[in-house]
């Protein structure tokens, strides 16, 4: 885990972590990671945002992805440094089962 400054929050009926944040100098900002993680009150991830300086970015993947309970992807958002991506799509959602239900392009800062 990185040694920036970290908080912490918990679910109070079971004592579940909720969510984990990584700050640097007030802005959201993790090396090795994700900056925000939100949990499900049972334990599963449900939301990850990969974020540099308070500005989304991720060159190796989607800077934010989301999960259904069941553990399957709901959508992923593809930013560098706060700009959607535009060499493929900037955002794609899923179904429950996993299939694909849309996607969106950017080109020149539109939607595509």
Excluded: C
């Amino acid at each position: 885990m990185s040694n920036k400054p970290y908080t912490e929050y918990w679910y109070g009926d079971n004592n579940a972590i909720k969510r984990q944040i990584w700050w640097d100098n007030g802005n959201l900002h993790r090396e090795d990671g994700p900056a925000y993680i939100e949990y499900y009150e049972q334990g599963g991830v449900e939301y990850q945002a990969w974020s540099h300086h308070g500005k989304l970015h991720r060159e190796d993947g989607p800077a934010v992805v989301e999960y259904y309970r069941n553990g399957n992807l709901k959508g992923e958002q593809w930013f560098v440094n706060g700009l959607p991506r535009e060499d493929g799509p900037a955002e794609i959602m899923y179904n429950r089962d996993g299939s694909v239900d849309s996607w969106w392009w950017r080109k020149d800062g539109n939607l595509l």
